[in-house]
């Protein structure tokens, strides 16, 4: 692509606001011509890269608006600060698989124990 194309694409991916394609499309162009991807699996790729730009920064609005004292996650969870937790179990849960196979999930204890039952 020559180099006024490239720059007249990104004014106009710039224009509209679309960051996610604009950081993505050259990567994803090679990986359209090397693997012979068709326009609607190359625009796809293109559309999906957007679409998780924007859902991370949903996510990040929301979470500002919430205003956390602290953001935990469960990949910085300490599982050896509580050994009765079955670190594979909570993991397994975090899928939320329990969901689409219609389980109920049932945590019992007081709190801050942590013990559950499934």
Same mark, same amino acid.
């Given at each position: 692509?020559?180099?006024?194309?490239?720059?007249?694409?990104?004014?106009?991916?710039?224009? &509209?606001? @679309?960051?996610?394609? +604009?950081?993505?499309?050259?990567?994803? *162009?090679? /990986?359209?011509?090397? %693997?012979?991807?068709?326009?609607?699996?190359?625009l796809? &790729?293109? @559309?999906?890269e957007? +679409?998780?730009?924007?859902?991370?920064? *949903?996510? /990040?609005?929301?979470? %500002?608006?919430?205003?956390?004292?602290?953001?935990?996650? &469960?990949?910085?969870?300490?599982?050896?600060?509580?050994?009765?937790?079955?670190?594979?179990?909570?993991?397994?849960?975090?899928?939320?698989?329990?969901?689409e196979?219609?389980?109920?999930?049932?945590?019992?204890?007081?709190?801050?124990?942590?013990?559950?039952?499934?």
């Open positions: 692509m020559s180099n006024k194309l490239t720059s007249y694409l990104e004014s106009q991916l710039q224009a &509209l606001k @679309l960051k996610g394609i +604009l950081t993505h499309y050259q990567e994803i *162009t090679e /990986k359209a011509s090397q %693997n012979n991807l068709s326009y609607q699996e190359y796809s &790729l293109l @559309l999906e957007e +679409l998780k730009r924007k859902n991370d920064g *949903t996510v /990040k609005t929301k979470i %500002n608006k919430a205003r956390f004292p602290y953001i935990k996650t &469960l990949e910085e969870f300490d599982f050896s600060f509580q050994p009765s937790l079955r670190e594979k179990e909570i993991i397994a849960l975090s899928s939320l698989d329990f969901i196979k219609k389980e109920n999930v049932i945590f019992l204890g007081p709190p801050g124990v942590g013990n559950y039952a499934k």
